[in-house]
C-alpha cells in the first residue's frame, strides 16, 4: 500500500495543484496527517490565540488519481482513522456559536484509549468516533483555504465521514487531486466551540472511479444512508441546496415526478447538521438506502 506522510500537505484547494504521487482507481493509500493546528498546540499552556494561522488545517497530499477527469466522480471509501493519543480542543473568546461567553483563550487535551475505544474530557468518558474534518478535491476555479468548506469538499467537519463511509467527489481538474486532513476523535454535529477532539491520524482509503458521472455538492454513503453535504453561507442556504440535490436525485433515480420526490424527501429524509463555524455552514440531507439505494442514485448521478 502507499502511504503518503503528513510533510507533504497543503494550505487551499486550487485548480493547479501538483500531486505527491499518483494512484489508481482500485488502490489503497494510507494518509499521515497532522492536526488542525499543526502540532502547534501540544499542552494546555499552548494557546489558540498566540500560534501562527498561516499554519493551520494542513491537508495532506494531494494525489492524483489516474485516469480521473472533468466529468467523473470520485469516491474515497474510509477504511480506517487510527487516532493518536492525544487531542486537544480549544475555545477563543469572539469564536464559535456563544463568542460572549468565552473570557479568555482556553485549551484542553482529551485523552484517547483506542484499545477501549474511549476518550476522557472533565471526567467524563465518551466513545471515540474518529472522522476526517478535511477532505476534497481541487476545484474547478478559485482559491479555497482548507479551512473552508464547499463544493470541493474541503473543512465539511461532517461527522459520518468516518471509517465505512464512501465520500464521492465531482473531479473538477484533470487527476481530482485528493487532499485530506483535521482528525477528529470524537466532535458533536455543530462543532460550536470551534474545535472537535483534533488530533493527528493515519487515515487509509480505497479510490473508485465513476466515468462520466457528477454531484453538485459531496456525497457520503454509510451503511445505512446517502447524503448530500451542502456548505453555504447560511444554514437556511444549507437546507435548501443540499435538500434540492436530494430531491433531484430521488426524482432521477426512483423516475417519479419532481413534486412526488418532494413528498418522499419530506415524509423520509433528514436534515443534520454538520458545522457551523467554518465559518460557512453545512447541513447534510440524509435518505435511507433503502429509499434510494445507491445503484439508482449512481444512475441519476450519471446524466446529471
Ligand atoms: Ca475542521
Ligand atoms: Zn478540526
Given at each position: 500500500m502507499k502511504m503518503i506522510s503528513s510533510d507533504h500537505h497543503v494550505y487551499a484547494f486550487?485548480?493547479?495543484?501538483e500531486p505527491v504521487l499518483e494512484i489508481s482507481p482500485g488502490d489503497r493509500i494510507l494518509f499521515e496527517t497532522d492536526d488542525c493546528f499543526a502540532g502547534q498546540i501540544r499542552s494546555e499552556k499552548d494557546l489558540c490565540t498566540e500560534i501562527n494561522f498561516d499554519y493551520v488545517n494542513p491537508a495532506t497530499g494531494p494525489v492524483a488519481v489516474s485516469g480521473a477527469g472533468k466529468g467523473d466522480l470520485l469516491g474515497v471509501t474510509i477504511e480506517d482513522v487510527e487516532v493518536g493519543k492525544q487531542a486537544v480542543s480549544v475555545v477563543v473568546p469572539g469564536a464559535g456559536v456563544l463568542p460572549g461567553r468565552v473570557g479568555a483563550p482556553v485549551t484542553r487535551t482529551v485523552m484517547i484509549d483506542a484499545e477501549k475505544g474511549t476518550c476522557t474530557f472533565a471526567g467524563i468518558t465518551l466513545p471515540l468516533k474518529p472522522m476526517i474534518g478535511v477532505i476534497g478535491v481541487a476545484p474547478e476555479e478559485g482559491t479555497f483555504p482548507t479551512g473552508t468548506p464547499g463544493a470541493h469538499g474541503g473543512n465539511m467537519d461532517t461527522s459520518d465521514i468516518r471509517r465505512g463511509t464512501t465520500v464521492w467527489f465531482s473531479v473538477r481538474r484533470e487527476g481530482a487531486m485528493l487532499a485530506l486532513g483535521d482528525c477528529h476523535a470524537v466532535m458533536g454535529d455543530g462543532e460550536i466551540g470551534c474545535s472537535g477532539a483534533e488530533v493527528p491520524a493515519k487515515v487509509t482509503v480505497k479510490l473508485d472511479l465513476v466515468k462520466g458521472a457528477s454531484s453538485p455538492w459531496p456525497l457520503a454513503v454509510t451503511e445505512k444512508e446517502i447524503m448530500v453535504i451542502a456548505s453555504e453561507d447560511t444554514l437556511d442556504q444549507a437546507v435548501a441546496s443540499a435538500s434540492e440535490v436530494m430531491t433531484d436525485?430521488?426524482?432521477?433515480?426512483?423516475?417519479?415526478?419532481?413534486?412526488?420526490?418532494?413528498?418522499?424527501?419530506?415524509?423520509?429524509?433528514?436534515?443534520?447538521?454538520?458545522?457551523?463555524?467554518?465559518?460557512?455552514?453545512?447541513?447534510?440531507?440524509?435518505?435511507?438506502?433503502?429509499?434510494?439505494?445507491?445503484?439508482?442514485?449512481?444512475?441519476?448521478?450519471?446524466?446529471?
Open positions: 486550487f485548480p493547479e495543484m436525485l430521488v426524482r432521477k433515480g426512483l423516475g417519479i415526478p419532481f413534486e412526488d420526490a418532494l413528498i418522499l424527501c419530506s415524509l423520509s429524509m433528514d436534515l443534520r447538521i454538520g458545522q457551523v463555524v467554518d465559518p460557512k455552514k453545512t447541513v447534510r440531507a440524509v435518505m435511507p438506502l433503502s429509499v434510494l439505494p445507491w445503484e439508482k442514485a449512481k444512475a441519476a448521478l450519471s446524466d446529471w
